[in-house]
């Protein structure tokens, strides 16, 4: 029986070891993973149907500083759970109806979010042009490309899109993580509509003088809304609320892991001196008789190893199937090797190189800084 409790806790401790490394690699690699989008220095401001009436004027008094870089506006915040719309879309075949994410913003959207096109061009700033372009991402064209196999994604510039029979496509942005790493890039549209009005003014702040840069967002506010209370939140702190639990789970594992070491250890000592104690007769004889310290300790420490190593036999399998079941929530993960929990770096076709962080802090600095959708091997 005290074997049992022996290997029992050091399979514990080896299992919760091994768990807290992969939520950790797993946790680091969200947080260095690029977007495909910049969220450094970005402010976010709610807007109701009272504040957003002045969109025009926020945006033309904002821009107007040097503290700011880029201002604009959506109907919904990235890192939250986007609206979908059925739309309509006329390739070489019959027309199709589709459903996709979508996103109404305002003309200077990907310049502010530095979303990079793979074809075609951004949103015009013409009056005749809103409400009539659209931008596509990479997987709502691959899924466009269907009715007409063969052709590249530019054949799909100036092709019928939309809500009615005047949009077109003018724009095939690069794919980008609009959710969490939970789930993988899905299909998405941005839509120019100034008429309907935006929820979210986001306003890119200069780097360096992050604190005087709010200040003067407040006091524009104040001026125009001395009633209603600026609501805001920079868009990386959006983001480490999106992982917040996650984050908790990799807490909680890791105190788990220190405590169940802990225990492991007193058991550990305590069989050890218990053996020792019953020996104790042989241990003197043996010294006796020539015995070296290295042989004693030899002897005493061999059926302790054998006990560690059938522990780790039966931790180590258990460990991987449930780091196994607990990765396939993700979309994107770190690819987990059995030797060693070596975690190899992917890139893959969606990914870019850059920089992507939960917390606020880093992100404000105004420090700027690969992997890819993997399975657990």
């Not at 074997?3 to 260095?32: E, K, Y």
């Not at 690069?174 to 979210?200: A, R």
């Not at 302790?304 to 190593?309: D, E, H």
């Not at 969606?350 to 992507?356: E, V």
Request: hydrophobic share 40%; net charge positive.
């Amino acid at each position: 029986m005290r074997n049992v409790l022996v290997v029992g806790q050091f399979a514990s401790a080896i299992f919760l070891i091994i768990a807290t490394v992969a939520v950790f690699r797993q946790l680091s690699f969200m947080r260095d993973k690029d977007p495909g989008f910049s969220r450094d220095q970005v402010l976010n401001i709610k807007l109701d149907r009272v504040t957003a009436r002045k969109y025009t004027l926020l945006k033309e008094q904002l821009s107007g500083s040097s503290l700011i870089r880029l201002v604009t506006g959506a109907q919904d915040e990235l890192g939250s759970h986007l609206d979908q719309s059925g739309i309509e879309f006329k390739g070489d075949g019959p027309l199709r109806q589709l459903t996709s994410t979508r996103l109404i913003v305002d003309p200077d959207y990907l310049r502010l979010y530095q979303i990079p096109l793979a074809a075609g061009r951004d949103f015009s700033r013409e009056k005749q042009a809103n409400g009539r372009e659209y931008i596509i991402n990479e997987a709502l064209a691959s899924e466009l490309l269907k009715d007409m196999p063969g052709r590249p994604m530019s054949s799909l510039l100036g092709r019928h899109f939309g809500f009615d029979s005047a949009g077109y496509i003018v724009g095939i942005a690069k794919n980008f993580n609009f959710n969490s790493l939970h789930y993988k890039i899905e299909t998405m549209f941005l839509f120019n509509q100034t008429d309907w009005g935006y929820s979210t003014l986001s306003v890119k702040l200069g780097a360096g003088k992050t604190r005087e840069a709010v200040n003067f967002v407040e006091s524009v506010w104040r001026r125009n809304f001395p009633e209603n209370p600026l609501e805001y939140q920079f868009l990386d702190d959006h983001f480490a609320e999106v992982y917040r639990a996650d984050m908790q789970v990799s807490r909680m594992v890791g105190m788990l892991a220190a405590l169940a070491i802990f225990i492991s250890c007193l058991g550990l000592f305590g069989l050890a001196s218990y053996s020792a104690e019953r020996r104790i007769k042989e241990i003197g004889i043996r010294k006796v008789m020539g015995a070296s310290v290295r042989s004693i300790v030899v002897l005493l420490s061999r059926h302790f190893i054998r006990l560690v190593l059938v522990a780790n036999l039966i931790a180590w399998p258990l460990a991987f199937w449930s780091i196994h079941r607990w990765l396939e929530d993700y979309a994107y993960r770190v690819d987990m090797k059995l030797v060693g929990l070596c975690c190899r770096r992917r890139s893959g076709p969606s990914d870019r190189a850059g920089d992507g962080q939960f917390a606020g802090d880093k992100g404000r600095a105004g420090q700027s800084g690969e992997e890819s959708q993997d399975g657990v091997n």
